[in-house]
């Protein structure tokens, strides 16, 4: 009897301190200092991003030796490296900052997958049609998200960045927030954006080779529909109550011409030169290569894969 009111009592003389604790606390909360050894950037309270937190930066220390000569790249800056495997198979000035163009909407298509609207309509307005490349949008029009990431996507259509960018909760400013608040979710630290398409003018707009690679491999293994997209050469999108018909083709990336090449995405401003992003998955290798700043993406692209599969022990394919 005695060890049970011994024990009670215990339980009380603890619930009592506990309560005194908090009350001291709250009483002079200035006593008490907490540091987070989470930086803020990766805390919900400052970056909405993080809901979806992925920090995958692989190393670029793993370099392959290939007993033959590297292709000639004009390119600023060149990254090829191999998923599988964690090998780099080509690097050239990888984490240089520089311009990307299009290849931003990358960046754009992540956020709006993560935000997407609930009711999947997103309106046109006349200020969302801007730049060159569009896919040709309306004032007026309603189209679904995965409607806009083709035309995002395939032609690099501005107004279709422009367009995601507005529908989003907050308008435009809060989305180009919301693609350097998801940047810094993914690790990375040498990516700005100051607009949802690429399109030179309006600030400082860059990123790195390295940087596009994490965001590319992000983009491609969480989102089904991202892989889907990319890797279309060329779509109907038939007219409905809300939107005219649309004919949309990928013209520059190597869907057609690259056996095992998934696809992703162009870009090129004067400032930024020719820009590509592609995914490559052959004979049991999965590589990404990104190019910046070329005179010939196309055509440096093939030899850099081609050259990465050599390097692997791998013939690479016939191929245009």
């Known amino acids: 009897m005695k060890k049970t009111f011994g024990f009670l009592g215990m339980i009380i003389f603890f619930v009592f301190l506990s309560f005194a604790f908090f009350a001291f606390f709250q009483k002079d909360s200035k006593r008490v200092s907490i540091i987070s050894p989470v930086p803020d950037f990766l805390s919900i309270a400052n970056n909405n991003q993080v809901s979806n937190i992925s920090l995958w930066l692989p190393s670029l220390e793993n370099i392959i030796s290939a007993a033959f000569e590297k292709p000639d790249i004009s390119a600023k800056s060149v990254l090829l490296f191999d998923i599988e495997s ?3 198979l080509y690097g050239k000035n990888p984490k240089e900052r520089l311009p990307m163009a299009s290849l931003t909407k990358i960046m754009t298509a992540i956020v709006a997958l993560e935000n997407s609207k609930k009711d999947n309509k997103y309106l046109v307005t006349e200020k969302e049609l801007v730049g060159e490349n569009s896919m040709g ?10 409607e806009l990431l083709y035309g995002l996507i395939l032609p690099s259509g501005n107004d279709a960045a422009e367009t995601l960018a507005s529908n989003f909760n ?4 809060a989305f180009v927030k919301a693609m350097n608040d998801k940047a810094r979710a993914l690790g990375l630290k040498d990516t700005n954006f100051t607009n ?18 994490v965001m590319t491999e992000y983009a491609m293994e969480k989102f089904a529909l991202f892989r889907k997209v990319v890797s279309t050469f060329q779509i109907t999108i038939e007219a409905n109550s809300y939107h005219k018909p649309y004919f949309l083709e990928n013209e520059t990336n190597l869907i057609s011409s690259y056996p095992g090449v998934k696809g992703v995405k162009t870009g090129y401003t004067p400032e930024a030169g020719l820009c590509l992003v592609t995914y490559l998955d052959y004979d049991g290798h ?5 190019i ?29």
């Open 137 to 146: 949008l309306t004032a007026g029009e309603r189209l679904s998200l995965e």
């Open 196 to 213: 949802p398409s690429g399109l030179e003018g309006d600030g400082n707009q860059y990123s790195t080779a390295y940087d596009l690679m």
């Open 286 to 290: 999965k590589i990404i290569g990104v």
């Open 170 to 173: 907050g308008g435009r400013t």
């Open 292 to 320: 910046l700043g070329s005179e010939n993406r196309r055509q440096e692209m093939k030899d850099l894969l081609d050259y990465s599969l050599k390097s692997l022990g791998t013939n690479p394919p016939p191929h245009s």
């Open 86 to 88: 964690k090998r780099v």
